[in-house]
């Protein structure tokens, strides 16, 4: 069974930081990437940030770079999310998700997988 667990959101202050935590289990891809969405109240969900399990590369929006640094251990299982400079525009509620393939007798699957979320919030 996939398993996303997401830890470390929160309340803090303009200009304050707090780290996520995305601890991923039960799955075998090919090639995969983890990374985080965001979504804050009225609006579409985002992509923040995402780390390559086979190359380490890495993507941010460009409203975080400088700010968010993204980085794994142990092949990824535990993805970190380090978040600086905190802006009021950053909260919204952050997802962890786990994208890959997998080649199999039949060919190539896309898989897709959500962690619960949890909630940043950063006051004025």
């Known amino acids: 069974e996939v398993q996303l667990v997401e830890s470390g959101g929160g309340l803090v202050q303009a200009g304050g930081s707090l780290r996520l935590s995305c601890a991923a289990s039960g799955f075998t891809f090919d090639d995969y990437a983890i990374g985080w969405f965001r979504q804050a109240p009225g609006k579409g969900r985002e992509e923040v940030s995402c780390i390559s399990g086979s190359t380490g590369r890495t993507f941010y929006v460009d409203s975080v770079k400088g700010r968010f640094t993204i980085s794994g251990n142990n092949g990824l299982n535990t993805v970190y999310l380090q978040m600086n400079n905190l802006k009021p525009e950053d909260t919204a509620g952050y997802y962890c998700?786990?994208?890959?393939?997998?080649?199999?007798?039949?060919?190539?699957?896309?898989?897709?997988?959500w962690g619960q979320g949890l909630q940043v919030t950063v006051s004025s």
């Open positions: 998700n786990a994208s890959g393939g997998r080649l199999s007798e039949d060919g190539w699957y896309d898989y897709t997988y």
